[in-house]
Structures are given as C-alpha cells and as structure tokens.
C-alpha cells in the first residue's frame, strides 16, 4: 500500500488542523493505521492509532483529549483532527499503516508509510 499524507499548515496555538492520510489499493480496511510525529531533534513518537474497523483508537498522553484519529475505509482514508494545539505540538506528521491486526504504538510495527506532512504551530 502507498500512503499519501496532507493538511499539515502554520496555525497559531489553540488553533485545529485535520490531517488526512490517503492509501492506494483495495485492501485498507485490512490495515491498522496510525499517526506518528517528528519534532526538530528529537525522535519520531507515536501519536495516535486506530483499528481496522475503526471501533478501537489508542493515544499518546500528550494529545489525549485534543486529537482524534478516525478512518473512512470506504474512501481509503485515515484522518486525524486536531483541536487546542500548541507549540509543542510543531513537527513533521507520518501515517503509518500495517496489516497486523494489533494496534500498536511502536513504530517499527509498521510497515508502510507516508512522507509526512509539516505542523507548525506559532504561539
């Protein structure tokens, strides 16, 4: 599967984005999905997660109550909303997808990935 991610902007804090992730193929209903997040110097970190129905979601603390990661199998579409965001919040957006039906929250548990779409947040 290729995974094309997009809606990454400059908003200032308190602000929302929505992130979207677009797969190819005819199979991303058979792919668990999740957001990962780059900031300047510092490692990749999970962000959010979802199921392959969409019925069970997983968050980072630090985005817990703020984000919202759903999927729209029959567009092939994984979105992530984002609500109240601060500057900490400034980096580089992966999704990720894998056909292992557990939701992980370790990176190298996916297998796919999109190129990434830049957040940053001004305060």
């Known amino acids: 599967v290729q995974l094309q991610a997009c809606g990454g902007g400059l908003v200032q804090a308190g602000g929302s984005l929505r992130l979207s992730c677009a797969a190819s193929?005819?199979?991303?209903?058979?792919?668990?999905m999740g957001w990962f997040r780059q900031a300047p110097g510092k490692e990749r970190e999970f962000v959010a997660a979802?199921?392959?129905?969409?019925?069970?979601?997983s968050y980072a603390d630090s985005v817990k109550g703020r984000f919202t990661i759903s999927r729209d199998n029959t567009k092939n579409t994984v979105y992530l909303r984002m609500n109240d965001l601060n500057p900490e919040d400034t980096a580089v957006y992966y999704c990720a997808g894998d056909t292992s039906v557990i939701v992980s929250r370790v990176d190298y548990d996916y297998a796919y990935w999109g190129q990434g779409t830049l957040v940053t947040v001004s305060s």
């Open positions: 193929g005819r199979t991303f209903s058979s792919y668990v």
């Open positions: 979802i199921s392959l129905s969409g019925g069970f979601t």
